[in-house]
């Protein structure tokens, strides 16, 4: 029995088989061979980034970004993650120097207590009476030395509250410029990488908004407003709890009222000025 000549060349030839039955494709071991694996995966570079992906993927440049997204990790220091070492120098300059502008306060109450004890007992003393001429000169002296002391210290005080007080504000209004610096970088540099259609569903008027208003929302807090945490909160109990802990312990049973009435009177302020941002 005669053999037909292709299905003789499709038995010998397996591999071609689909090429010479059916006739709808040529040489596909040929193509498989100089195209190789079509399944095999590959490394795609696009500048520093490197990703491997297969034939299969539609976008490599949307998988490497995907996958770079993945890697990064969020930042926990909020607005220190692009803090240098003299930012954390002059914060914690201004911050020393803010605890001992704090501390002048009360000082200088304990001052004026000091002399006003001093005028008290000059008053009743033999000098103000006249009971006794011959302790006139001793009691006159005394009554001066005692209010020279006072005023030295008033003097030093002053002196030191003065020089602190330039150093916690230029320190902190410093950080709060730098830090303003740098965010409008930031915003500037996202803006312009951002496509030709965005800039049609944003008005202009809210960028120039953000740049100006909110970042000096921004720079009016992170400044000088810190200071009265340190200056009126911290130096005033450690002042306290020196000279009268039983007192400062009785004062300081009101501070959780005044906590919780300042936080809602910040969170209200909070809440309207985004509503006058809309």
Known sequence: MLKSPNLETAEEHPKHSAVLIGGSSMFNNDRQALLGD????????YGTL????SNSSTDPLT???????????PRKLGLFSSSTALDYFLIIVGTFASVVHGAGFPLLSIVLGGMTSVF?????????????PSTFKKCNEEFKHQIFIYS?????????????SYIQIACWEAVAERLVHRLRQNYLRAILRQD???FDTVQTGNLTARLSDDLERVREGWGIKHLFLFKSFISSF???FFYSWQMTVVMALFTPAIALTSAWMGRMTASRTQVETR
């Open 50 to 53: 490197t990703t491997n992906s």
């Open 38 to 45: 079509t399944t095999e995966k590959l490394t795609i570079s």
């Open 152 to 164: 030295m210290y008033y003097l030093f005080l002053g002196f030191v509250m003065f020089i602190t």
């Open 120 to 132: 008290l007992r000059a008053e009743n003393s033999d000098f103000v009476h006249g009971n006794e």
């Open 238 to 240: 450690v002042v306290g």
């Open 196 to 198: 030709i259609a965005w």
């Open 63 to 73: 998988n490497g970004r995907k996958s770079k997204k993945a890697k990064e990790k």
